[in-house]
């Protein structure tokens, strides 16, 4: 199967990413992908494994890379370590993230074999060798000691122009972690409860929720009856046009999108909303025509390996890079 794109348009460097959407990425180049015991408790989406998956998810990510850089995005590719084994390595998100200001966020992780995925030395290559401002270092990690976690943009999906932080409760995302988090940051946490079909927590709010410049793609059939309205409301009263999944869809990774900034020749900047080819599969056509017409263009690449022992889809394979570029030297 292959990847399908709304759009076709030559590479070229992306724009500033200071608003809702980020023009480039970090996305970790897998050595030892696999199925993680340590997660699948709290991760309902995760299943065993049929057999190796290495190969399979390697292939998958850099059909995955290839296409998102013929788009114009700009991907910062970086190799996973063999040693420790890291079977999660390829979900970046959770463990880091990357903002306008120059300041990275270290997050506190459930398992304890992803905290073993916070490498320093990612951070710093993002500035020696593409270039990018590390101003400060906000290092949440001290609460895994008390049993109290936050895994990055899974556990909060964040309006950057509205500095609204929507987080689903969960056992990896703490409330007075978000509440921290937004302190140091500067955002309003909206927190809420959404569960699966069996009444448990999504264990990353991302899995249902997906906020663009111009759309909220929500699993609101997910969400408690006394948040339900509030965070609708929210979403709206913010700007967005509010596109509700349903279950069937949410269990396709359909919430797990991520909209990024590109470039087009006749358009200028450019909306590029990605998602797996599992997702695009199992929206409603209603659903669909909805969605695209509320950005500039889709792109569906296939991750069925990394979906299936992962727990995961394509937004948690990108962290989104919003970091300033260095001042140019003298």
Same mark, same amino acid.
């Given at each position: 199967m292959g990847i399908e794109s709304s759009v076709t348009r030559p590479v070229r460097n992306a724009p500033s990413a200071a608003q809702q959407c980020a023009g480039a990425v970090l996305m970790i180049r897998p050595a030892a992908f696999g199925y993680n015991p340590q997660t699948a408790a709290s991760n309902k989406f995760q299943k065993p494994a049929q057999g190796p998956a290495q190969a399979l998810a390697l292939a998958e990510f850099d059909q995955f890379v290839n296409a998102l850089s013929g788009e114009g995005v700009r991907v910062c590719v970086q190799d996973d370590t063999p040693l420790p084994v890291k079977p999660d390595a390829i979900f970046p998100n959770n463990w880091a993230s990357f903002h306008a200001d120059g300041t990275v966020v270290l997050y506190p992780m459930q398992a304890e074999n992803r905290r073993l995925e916070r490498r320093p030395e990612i951070v710093e290559l993002l500035a020696s060798r593409y270039g990018y401002r590390v101003s400060r270092i906000v290092d949440l990690i001290r609460h895994e000691a008390d049993g109290r976690f936050l895994e990055g943009t899974g556990s909060l999906v964040l309006d950057h122009r509205n500095r609204l932080a929507y987080g689903c409760i969960s056992p990896r995302t703490h409330p007075e972690v978000v509440k921290e988090w937004a302190r140091e940051l500067g955002y309003e946490p909206v927190l809420f409860g959404a569960v699966d079909r069996g009444g448990v927590p999504f264990y990353h709010t991302n899995v249902m929720l997906c906020v663009g410049s111009r759309?909220?793609? $929500?699993?609101?059939? !997910? $969400?408690? !009856?006394?948040?339900?309205?509030? /965070?609708?409301?929210?979403?709206? #009263?913010?700007?967005?046009?509010? #596109?509700?999944?349903?279950?069937?869809?949410?269990? *396709?990774?359909?919430?797990?999108?991520?909209?990024?900034?590109?470039?087009?020749? +006749?358009? %200028?900047?450019?909306?590029?909303? /990605?998602?797996?080819?599992?997702?695009?599969?199992?929206?409603?056509?209603?659903?669909?025509?909805?969605?695209? +017409? %509320?950005?500039? %263009? #889709?792109?569906? /690449?296939? #991750?069925?390996?990394?979906?299936?022992?992962?727990? %995961?889809?394509?937004?948690?394979?990108? !962290?989104?890079?919003?970091?300033? +570029? *260095? +001042? !140019?030297?003298?």
């Open positions: 759309l909220a793609i $929500l699993g609101a059939c !997910a $969400l408690s !009856a006394q948040d339900r309205s509030r /965070v609708i409301e929210k979403l709206t #009263v913010t700007g967005h046009e509010v #596109v509700e999944i349903c279950y069937d869809e949410i269990e *396709q990774f359909a919430g797990n999108m991520l909209e990024l900034a590109s470039w087009d020749e +006749a358009l %200028g900047d450019f909306r590029l909303l /990605v998602m797996s080819e599992s997702a695009r599969r199992s929206l409603r056509p209603e659903v669909y025509t909805r969605i695209s +017409a %509320g950005t500039d %263009g #889709v792109l569906a /690449v296939p #991750v069925p390996t990394i979906e299936r022992l992962g727990g %995961g889809s394509v937004r948690c394979m990108m !962290a989104e890079i919003f970091l300033p +570029a *260095q +001042a !140019a030297r003298d």
